[in-house]
């Protein structure tokens, strides 16, 4: 059966965890949605690991486009989340432009980075039958504004924008959040207080899903953040770690106390 939102919000109600995994061509999407895994993200990561970027900044609509068009066709039964790029959130017009080109290209959702301005792109996307996942916490696209990639809502005003924001967007109408490097209290917080399902990476195993970069997940990055586990490591093959990562969701043994903030 196809996963859709209406399954990660039953997965959510019945206190089911599900996992996620950044996908960028249709070999791997096809590997990652046979083996069970919910949902996968065309995330603009894909600048830093399969352009070389040193960022997700250089990151165009156009190769979003591309990329998701690639996984579309691999993919079985997995849900299809696709990034809007650097700037495509600056005005609607453009928002609303890129989320019809990514959902024309195969995605089931479209992903934003952001915090609580993003309250009418989410209503208007909604209203149009586009279902939004909001990101927040670490945004890599704003990596030149926080001067680095850091834990964000440590501090309490911090941590009161971060909650504050969620339950807004949450009332009009998000359909899935992203938590990315938020402490493990306010993570759990957060998730506890919204109705759209959270999906966390280096957030908490209390978040209703998780997410890894593929590349991180597979020991191919020679310098992973501390959320990350590499399942190659103990797997025979690829397909094998992607199994083993996706049980360890489930099974709540993935993250642990280590991989949080
Ligand atoms: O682009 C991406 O891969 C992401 C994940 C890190 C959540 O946004």
Not at 70 to 88: H, T, Y
Not at 159 to 185: N, S, Y
Request: charged share 20%; net charge negative.
């Amino acid at each position: 059966m196809p996963v859709t939102i209406r399954t990660l919000q039953k997965y959510k109600q019945e206190h089911r965890k599900f996992s996620v995994l950044t996908a960028y061509d249709a070999t791997f999407s096809r590997l990652i949605s046979d083996a069970g895994v919910e949902a996968m993200l065309i995330g603009d990561s894909l600048g830093n690991v399969v352009q070389g970027q040193q960022s997700t900044v250089p990151v165009t609509l156009e190769q979003m486009v591309y990329h998701t068009e690639c996984v579309a066709r691999g993919n079985q039964n997995s849900l299809i989340i696709a990034d809007v790029p650097f700037m495509g959130a600056a005005t609607l017009e453009r928002t609303l432009d890129a989320a019809a080109q990514l959902m024309r290209a195969g995605a089931n959702v479209i992903k934003l980075e952001g915090g609580a301005w993003l309250e009418e792109a989410v209503t208007v996307l909604k209203r149009n039958g586009i279902p939004v996942c909001v990101h927040m916490g670490l945004t890599p696209q704003s990596v030149n504004a926080f001067g680095g990639y850091r834990v964000q809502g440590k501090d309490e005003a911090g941590a009161k924008e971060l909650l504050e924001a969620a339950i807004t967007l949450d009332r009009a109408g998000t359909a899935l959040f992203v938590l990315e490097c938020v402490p493990r209290g306010l993570s759990a917080e957060i998730t506890a207080n919204v109705q759209a399902p959270v999906i966390g990476i280096g957030a908490a195993p209390e978040c209703d899903g998780q997410v890894l970069v593929l590349h991180d997940m597979l020991g191919l990055n020679p310098r992973p953040a501390r959320f990350v586990k590499d399942f190659m490591a103990d797997a025979g093959d690829i397909a094998a770690a992607i199994r083993a990562y996706d049980q360890a969701v489930k099974d709540g043994s993935f993250p642990a106390g280590e991989h949080c903030f």
